[in-house]
């Protein structure tokens, strides 16, 4: 059964099993070697345990696919704080969903929209052109000319999640730091049964589309009559993902316009609407012949309260010239209702907030930021999201913020791969 | 009073779709010949001119939509560029999805025909006829474009698809997720493994080692066997020897 995904649970179920017990294993073998270890050789031999660890795990999640998979790729927003190790075996785990063949393809449209694709369409391509969360997008042609992108869900998938995140969980014990993954791993599955639910997304869309509307920015419209539960049919762009467009080379002023399009995108989102695409993966970004850019995928949607927006927006301000009390009073709004924390804990928590707003504040400093210039900008980013990780067992975080800075941080490292220049100053966040 | 092909014709599929309903309503047992024949507007005895008994209007339901599914796939377009699992897959979900509307009927009949004994064989056989074509014109397509190994027992290869059908419509009627879609999973995914198979070649195999254990064994055992007889002639004027021997001493 060279390419067959365990179906049962419990295959699936064995197939992690065994994962966990080679896991367990491994920190065993770890834990009694461990007295007799200098501290280096502790250190190293902890790392090979990690190394050894996620290999492990992930190829337990290859089996799986699915819904595991796309949390693996989750996870792996979160890689900055997993160690280096784990990051590269998730690496290869990005973007793969379980095949839909061209029979299954037809069923499935059939099932959810009520006739096959060859009534409903002028043409309708079986082999898909892109990977999408829990499917696949196919090219089809209406019947009035337009060409869409058609996106269908492997059936029962929805089905799956929640036991595909149980097992994870069984499975990831070993990992370093377990116990903090536990509320990522229920945001994980809050957002995978987002991810689902392709009505949700059809709404979305529609509210950026018509939000946005006067911005570079292109986001496709949706055909509701071919739209249902399991399939999403939108109009399709054409363009360049991203990442294939910057292999092609293009030249500084190039990047720098495409970078300040998606920045700007985002800002507009996040004052205007209250709400941001916050899935920056590099292939949702279509990079169009005129430069402007296509926005897919809105899977992953977060809309924000308007307080919750007019708070964030100070924190540049703050950081760039705000003393311990504007910190108190941020500090107060982002963290979630929750017992007040003793004197010295609120004191390293404000040391904390404090320590990444001076990081966010060298954003602000130049009219651009050139990420060029700056190549210890994301590495110290990275570190700061660790600690910041770490403080969640002090704090209940708003997961509003935690969210948002997730996607922040996200498109950052986006524009660091691009080598920009970017102006973040906006009349918004940054008041002189 | 003769009547036309076309208005049998016509009168036929009136008898089972009025079977059909008679049947989702009150039972296989519970529906006459009767009954069905008026809800068709034929005359009481008219009918036992198309169907001597009700499970041959049931085997014909069947036959008819095995006919018509085979059609329907065929109207696919770019079926015939679809590869052999997709093939099977298309029919499968295809048979399924005309099953839907009488999906009743086919849980009240279905266990019953497909495993219909001695009196009603005669009945299954064409029913088994059709299905085994599909399946031997899909693998004859695949074996033509190169994508299997030729198959030397394909009667037995289709034999396989016809109990994994069987099993397929048993779990499909206790199915009972939305959309039904654990079965379309389950199709999809155990084709993966059925292809594993086919492309592995493991039934031609599986038959090379049965063949091989039957030359070895049986052979042996032949061999064995003529030996004792062999002993036996042997035996035979030894045993006259001995009796002549008796005689002898007498």
């Not at chain 2, 254990?213 to 042997?234: E, T």
Request: net charge neutral.
């Amino acid at each position: 059964m060279a390419d067959g995904i365990p179906k049962s649970k419990w295959e699936r179920g064995a197939c992690v099993g065994k994962t966990a017990t080679g896991l367990g294993a491994k920190a065993l073998a770890y834990l009694s070697r461990k007295p007799f270890l200098t501290h280096e050789k502790r250190a190293q031999a902890r790392k090979s345990l990690d190394q050894e660890s996620a290999a492990l795990l992930f190829r337990s999640l290859g089996m799986l696919r699915g819904a595991a998979l796309k949390a693996a790729q989750f996870l792996s927003l979160e890689t900055d704080l997993l160690p280096p190790e784990i990051t590269q075996e998730l690496g290869k785990a990005c973007h793969q969903a379980p095949p839909i063949n061209r029979a299954l393809a037809r069923k499935i449209v059939g099932t959810a929209l009520g006739r096959p694709p060859e009534e409903l369409f002028a043409s309708f391509d079986g082999v898909a052109f892109a990977a999408a969360s829990l499917g696949q997008v196919h090219r089809a042609v209406a019947r009035d000319g337009q060409v869409l992108a058609v996106k269908l869900q492997y059936p029962g998938i929805r089905e799956t999640i929640e036991s595909d995140i149980r097992l994870l969980r069984a499975a990831a014990w070993t990992l370093p730091d377990h116990r903090l993954l536990d509320p990522v791993f229920e945001e994980i599955q809050a957002r995978l049964l987002e991810e689902v639910d392709y009505r949700r997304e059809m709404e979305n869309m529609a509210f950026f589309r018509e939000g946005l509307a006067p911005d570079p920015v292109i986001i496709p419209a949706c055909r509701p009559e071919f739209c249902a539960d399991t399939v999403l049919a939108a109009q399709y762009l054409d363009g360049m993902p991203l990442t294939d467009w910057l292999d092609t080379g293009p030249g500084q002023q190039q990047r720098d316009r495409v970078a300040q399009t998606i920045q700007d995108i985002f800002v507009s989102g996040l004052y205007r609407l209250h709400g941001i695409h916050a899935d920056p993966n590099p292939g949702n970004f279509l990079v169009r012949r005129d430069l402007s850019v296509g926005l897919v995928d809105f899977g992953c949607v977060k809309h924000f309260d308007p307080q919750f927006v007019e708070l964030y927006g100070r924190l540049a301000a703050t950081a760039l010239h705000g003393g311990k009390n504007d910190y108190l009073s941020l500090l107060a709004g982002f963290q979630g209702d929750c017992p007040q924390a003793s004197p010295d804990i609120t004191q390293r928590l404000i040391e904390e907030l404090q320590a990444t707003g001076a990081w966010i504040a060298r954003l602000y400093r130049q009219e651009t930021f050139d990420f060029r210039d700056n190549p210890d900008f994301i590495p110290a980013g990275k570190r700061r999201m660790a600690a910041a990780f770490k403080m969640r067992q002090y704090m209940n975080v708003n997961p509003h913020f935690i969210f948002l800075h997730r996607t922040r941080y996200g498109l950052l490292r986006l524009f660091e791969r691009m080598g920009a220049r970017v102006g973040f100053r906006n009349p918004y966040e940054y008041r002189p | 009073m003769k009547i036309s092909e076309d208005r049998k014709r016509e009168n036929r599929g009136r008898i089972i779709r009025s079977a059909v309903d008679a049947m989702t309503e009150k039972g296989v047992k519970g529906a006459t010949m009767r009954e069905i024949a008026r809800a068709a507007e034929l005359g009481d005895a008219t009918i036992y001119n198309y169907f001597p008994t009700k499970e041959a209007i049931i085997h014909a339901y069947y036959e008819d939509l095995l006919a018509d599914c085979a059609e329907r796939v065929k109207a696919i377009p770019d079926f015939a560029d679809y590869d052999l699992r997709e093939q099977l897959q298309a029919f499968f979900d295809t048979l399924l999805e005309a099953f839907l509307p009488d999906r009743e009927f086919v849980a009240n009949t279905f266990g019953t025909m497909a495993f219909s004994l001695t009196a009603d064989y005669q009945l299954l056989r064409p029913l088994r006829a059709r299905f085994f074509r599909v399946v031997a014109d899909m693998f004859e397509g695949a074996v033509a474009a190169g994508e299997i190994p030729e198959q030397a027992f394909q009667e037995l290869t289709c034999q396989c698809f016809w109990d994994y059908f069987i099993g397929m419509v048993h779990y499909w009627i206790h199915d009972r997720s939305e959309h039904f879609q654990n079965t379309t999973v389950l199709i999809d995914k155990s084709l993966d493994l059925a292809m594993g198979f086919i492309r592995a070649d493991i039934l031609n195999k599986a038959m090379d080692m049965a063949s091989f254990f039957f030359r070895n064994h049986i052979m042996s055992r032949l061999d064995m066997f003529r030996d004792r007889m062999d002993a036996l002639q042997v035996k035979k004027p030894s045993v006259g020897g001995r009796r002549g021997r008796r005689h002898s001493e007498k």
